[in-house]
Every structure is written in structure tokens, then in C-alpha cells.
């Protein structure tokens, strides 16, 4: 409000608006009598000191009556906003509510109801519903509603891809609850800044209505009302009739100018606030693996057994037009074991721990099924207990991570005020107990705080502490510390392996860094163009077999790269998912590949990689050398 009304803007939509509602408050008791009394001696008279601008056809004062009127005006337009408001966002919000073909109906029917003129809208509406308030009032509100609709549709679109929605789907709130809590504060403000200025353009909507005759009825009389009454004598008494045309633009300008201050005000406010090296130096020597092109047997993909965690089988995730980033993956994690995904971007690593934690969205689709403690996550019934409890998500982006509108401590007391039945005050009690689990300093205090009142590092391990508020036996981390500096990244990672260590937590690092990687997890599975190419043990990194993943390896520079000799390079870039190309979808980036990788697609067999030449020397390429 300050902000608001710092501005000269803002200083005068404040004042216009308070006197409206002063007005409409006091006008029909100070001025009701000199609008109602009729007095036929002075019928139709012109401007005097008596009467400022003039009578009616019964004698009564205008500009006592215009004044009055200020009242029905605004209840009016404020009604009609609220009903545009409502409609609008429950139009608006349904669509991420309802399944693919509902929701789509619902956009459809807003898309084309947007395209129609409102004022013609309006008018449809006023037939359908009849002349008279009531029916104005839904005219307008209906009329409003589908550009409310597809602002909120839009605004919805962009906050349910933040990581906070995913964070409270993952805890296990409904959808509507997420909706409510998630959604709807995060998209409050354009909210509010259009349904201030739509309150102006409802108020002139309706004196339009009401002047040809389909808004207010007599005896109730609104300023489009008095205009109507008075258009005829506007050559004897133009006062009569622009007085109440005068009106409606200071009002409406007043709702607009309130919009503009709120929005700049707005607008303020959202400026303020191991094995790695040694066996690498190995793999970069011409290309060369190691190790005997053979598999051996600590080579050998581990069998899915009873112990695992997680088993991923011919997981395949398809956007309809944008083919199929996830084509067929898959993984085992073991109890208490680190897996890392690693590979470049568009992968399909990070869609792969989306679909495992059951947060890929309409119209995206799911294929292969994916066993998490035993329980088929694909079975279509509800396991939002066991992931809120058993499962925890680390995001990449711990600037999107939390809702920006709630403390923090509230955040993380959700998830055992939904799945342990704690009551609110014992819930926020373990929400502070596992902020200083992740050593998060002085934890009642910043469970009191916002999320902009945190740093990087701290937020990105309050994340990790709402992981544990219940008893996880999987941690998938997507890129947790590329958004954070070097130091922050190392105490990061040094939490995860200690909680990991210490509760025997599986762990699912999904990196492009082949580094942290190496450093952090047991086993590598190497993703590329939507499939795993390669899975072996991290210590066998230096005797990597695919090229894909030698090449990686090589790629990275170390303390002992050579700075004065070319940078090992990967030549060209993944394939977008409709252009995978048949056969090896790495053969025109692979310097081994012929003809037959071109044809015929390798898989990954029980060997634990998926190439027709694996092993085979090959000079790495390097930047700027062709
Ligand atoms: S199958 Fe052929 S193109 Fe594909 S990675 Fe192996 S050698 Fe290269």
C-alpha cells in the first residue's frame, strides 16, 4: 500500500476511489430526500442556484440523483467484476484440474469465447438472461469472465511448471489443495491488477446497458440510467445529461488508474527482492579403453533383485508432436545405492526422475512400468502416500523450489500434516527439527521466514530436509548443485551422502557432470538421445566401452589436462526427439560408426552397453581440429 501510494499515480486513484466509496456510503442519507422528493412546480427546469444542473420530468434535483446514484453504480460493477473474477478463475484453473480431453474442451470453449467482441457478449447475455440488474450484472460478469479465463489459464501454465508444484505434488496434496495453497497466491497479483481495471470497464459496460435500456429498470435509476432519461433534452440542458456521463469516466478512470498503481507497485516489489582423473587420462589416450573389449564380470548389469529400491522397465515418455524423449529406459537402483544418469541436455534424464516421482502432466504419456518398494507406480492407483513418504526430490533451481509465499517452516510441515497425521503445532515442531538436520542455523527462526530470506545453499538444503520430514529410502537429486557456487556445491553434496550414509538412503543423481558423478555414486548409467547407451561401475569409467561415454570422459578437464594442446571435444549435438535418426541415434556424432550403425539400432544388452563397435579405438576428436 505504501508503494501504492508513494506514486502520484497511485496518490490520486487512492483519493478518486475513496471519495466514490465515501459517496456511496453517505449520499443516500445526506442526499436521498433532495433525489426522491418530487416537486411538480419544478418540472424540468434548467441549471440554478437551486438545482446546479437542472430537474427532471417529476422535479427532482439531477445532481442529488447523480450523486445517489454513485452507489447502485458501483455495487453493480463490483458485482459483475466478482462474478467475471470467479467464473473466469475457475475456467482458468479447471483445465490443470481435469483430464486431457475435459480440460481441453474447457480451453477450446475459452479460446473462442475470447475471440468474440465482450461488448457483443454482453449484449447475447443481457438477451439470454433478461433486461434488469440481475441480469446486466451476469451479462458483464459472464461477458468478462473468458478474458479472466485465459489470463489465469496462462499464469497457471507458467507457475505449474515451477519446482514447488511438483515439491507439494510429490508430498501427496490433491491437485485442487496444490491449486489453492501453490497456485492461486503465485498468480494473486496480475490477478488483482485485472480485476481492478475489469471493475472500471464493468462499470462503463453497465452504464451503457442500463442507457439503452437493458441495465437498471425504473424506479432504480445508475448514472447510464439518468443519461438515458436526460438524452433527450440534451440541446436544453447538455449539464443533465453529461453530469452522469461525467461520472462513469471519473469512476472507470479511477479503477484504472488503481490498476496501473497496483501493477507499477507490483512491478517494485519484484525487484527487491575419484576414480575419474586417473582412469580419464587412461580413456584419452587415442580413445583407447583399457580394459579387454570383453565384458567381465564386474562389468556385467546388475539382475533386478527383491533388495532394489527402484526398477524402471521400458519406460517410455511421448509428447504428442515432440516424439519421444524417454524411449525405452532401464534402471535399478539397490537399497542404500547411489545411481548416477548422467549425459547432455535433452537427454531424457531429467523427464526419466520426473516419471519415476509421477509428475509428468497431460498431454505428456507414460509408457513401462516403474516398481518403487515393491509397488508398481504404474498400476494406476494412488501412491501418493508411499512417494510423499518414501520418496524425496531434490530440484535443480532452489530459486523455484519453494513457494514463494509461504514461510518455510509451513512448507515442510505440510508433508507430515498430510501423510503422518501430525497436528499443525507437532508438525511445524519436526519441520525445525529437520531444518537443523541439514544444518540449517538457528531453524526456528528461519522456519519463520520466507524463501527469499534464505541463500542459494540454504534453500537448496531446506529442500533436501523436506525430503526427510518423513523416512525416504530414495533420494533423486536433479542437478542439485548446478545452480550453486563451487563451496556451496561440495556442502550440498557432503549432506546428501551423509544422510545417505547414516539412513541408508538410495540415491538418484541425475548430472550432465560426469565429475560429480564419479565422485558421488556406485554406478553410471549414461543416457543419450532418450536411452541409457551405457551402464557400468564408476570405477570403470577410464574403461568406458561406448564411445559416447569415452567421449565424455575425455571432455572433462582435469588438474593434469594439458591447457597449451586442443580440448577434447563431442562434435555436433544430440537430435531433438522427432529427429532421432534411424539406427544408432549417436552414429553422426561417433567416429566409428558405418553402415551398419547407421541402419540397425544396437541395445543394451547384458554386457551393459549398447554399440556395435564397443571398445574399438578411435582418435578423440579435438576443438578446432578437424
Ligand atoms: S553403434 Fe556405431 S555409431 Fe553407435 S556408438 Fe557404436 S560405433 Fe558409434
Redesign the pocket.
Known amino acids: 500500500m505504501r508503494a501504492i501510494l508513494k506514486t502520484p499515480m497511485g496518490a490520486i486513484a487512492a483519493a478518486l476511489l475513496t471519495l466514490l466509496a465515501a459517496t456511496a456510503v453517505v449520499a443516500p442519507t445526506v442526499w436521498g430526500a433532495a433525489a426522491e422528493t418530487m416537486d411538480t412546480s419544478q418540472m424540468l427546469t434548467l441549471p440554478s442556484a437551486k438545482h446546479w444542473i437542472g430537474t427532471d420530468q417529476l422535479g427532482r434535483d439531477l445532481l442529488a440523483r447523480t450523486i445517489v446514484a454513485t452507489r447502485l453504480a458501483l455495487v453493480l460493477a463490483l458485482a459483475a467484476t466478482a462474478v467475471g473474477v470467479v467464473v473466469g478463475m475457475v475456467l482458468g484453473v479447471a483445465p490443470s484440474l481435469l483430464g486431457r480431453r475435459l480440460g481441453g474442451l474447457i480451453t477450446a470453449v475459452v479460446n473462442i469465447a475470447v475471440a468474440f467482441p465482450g461488448l457483443l457478449l454482453a449484449l447475447f447475455f443481457a438477451a439470454v438472461f433478461g433486461v434488469g440488474q440481475v441480469g446486466a450484472v451476469l451479462a458483464i460478469g459472464l461477458a468478462g469472465a473468458p478474458g479472466f479465463a485465459r489470463l489465469v489459464q496462462t499464469l497457471v501454465a507458467g507457475v505449474t511448471r515451477r519446482d514447488f508444484i511438483a515439491a507439494a505434488r510429490i508430498a501427496g496434496q490433491p491437485k485442487w489443495l496444490v491449486s489453492i495453497r501453490h497456485v492461486l497466491p503465485n498468480i494473486a497479483e496480475p490477478i488483482v491488477v485485472n480485476a481492478t481495471m475489469g471493475a472500471g470497464s464493468a462499470l462503463l459496460a453497465f452504464a451503457g446497458l442500463s442507457f439503452i435500456g437493458l441495465g437498471v429498470q425504473p424506479p432504480a435509476y445508475d448514472w447510464g440510467r439518468l443519461m438515458n432519461e436526460n438524452l433527450e433534452r440534451v440541446y436544453l440542458n447538455p449539464l443533465a445529461a453529461l453530469v452522469p456521463g461525467l461520472a462513469v469516466v471519473v469512476a472507470g478512470l479511477a479503477f484504472n488508474l488503481a490498476g496501473e498503481a497496483i501493477a507499477a507497485a507490483f512491478r517494485l516489489d519484484t525487484t527487491r527482492p575419484r576414480a575419474l582423473s586417473r582412469s580419464k587420462a587412461q580413456a584419452r589416450q587415442a580413445g583407447a579403453p583399457a580394459s579387454s573389449p570383453q565384458p567381465d564380470a564386474d562389468r556385467l548389469r546388475d539382475a533386478p533383485t527383491d533388495e532394489d529400491v527402484l526398477q524402471v522397465r521400458g519406460l517410455e515418455i511421448t509428447f504428442p508432436g515432440g516424439g519421444s524423449p524417454v524411449r525405452g529406459v532401464d534402471l535399478r537402483v539397490g537399497r542404500g545405492e547411489a545411481l548416477g544418469v548422467v549425459g547432455e541436455s535433452g537427454a531424457g534424464k531429467s523427464l526419466t526422475g520426473l516419471a519415476i516421482a509421477q509428475l509428468i502432466e497431460s498431454p505428456g504419456e507414460v509408457r513401462g512400468s516403474v516398481v518403487f518398494m515393491g509397488q508398481d507406480l504404474t498400476d494406476g492407483r494412488d501412491h501418493r502416500r508411499l512417494l510423499g513418504t518414501s520418496l524425496a526430490l531434490v530440484f535443480q533451481d532452489p530459486n523455484s523450489t519453494f513457494n514463494p509465499v509461504r514461510r518455510m517452516g509451513w512448507q515442510l510441515a505440510e508433508v507430515a500434516l498430510t501423510h503422518q497425521g501430525l497436528a499443525r503445532r507437532a508438525a511445524f515442531s519436526r519441520a525445525v527439527d529437520r531444518l537443523g538436520a541439514v544444518r540449517i542455523p538457528a531453524p526456528r527462526q528461519r522456519a519463520h521466514q520466507y524463501p527469499h530470506e534464505f541463500s542459494g545453499g540454504m534453500r537448496q538444503r531446506a529442500m533436501i530436509g523436506m525430503g526427510l520430514m518423513a523416512q525416504p529410502t530414495l533420494i533423486i537429486a536433479d542437478e542439485p548443485t548446478t545452480a550453486l557456487d563451487m563451496t556451496v556445491q561440495r556442502q550440498v553434496l557432503d549432506l546428501i551422502d551423509a544422510i545417505r550414509e547414516r539412513d541408508d538412503v538410495a540415491l538418484l543423481l541425475i548430472s550432465h557432470d560426469v565429475t560429480v558423478v564419479s565422485e558421488r555414486c556406485d554406478r553410471v548409467a549414461v543416457m543419450y538421445a532418450g536411452k541409457v547407451v551405457e551402464e557400468l561401475a564408476t570405477r570403470d569409467l577410464g574403461q568406458a566401452r561406448?564411445?559416447?561415454t569415452r567421449l565424455l570422459v575425455a571432455a572433462v578437464p582435469d588438474l593434469r589436462t594439458d591447457l597449451t594442446a586442443p580440448l577434447a571435444v563431442i562434435p555436433g549435438h544430440q537430435p531433438d526427439p522427432p529427429e532421432v535418426p534411424p539406427g544408432?541415434a549417436?552414429?553422426p556424432r561417433?567416429p566409428?560408426?558405418?553402415a551398419r550403425?547407421r541402419a540397425d539400432e544396437?541395445t543394451l544388452g547384458s554386457d551393459g552397453v549398447a554399440?556395435?563397435?564397443p571398445g574399438e579405438p578411435f582418435p578423440v576428436p579435438q576443438e578446432g581440429v578437424e
Request: negative net charge; charged residues 5%; glycine residues 0%.
Open positions: 561406448h564411445p559416447y544408432c549417436f552414429a561417433c566409428l560408426a558405418d550403425c544396437p554399440c556395435w563397435h
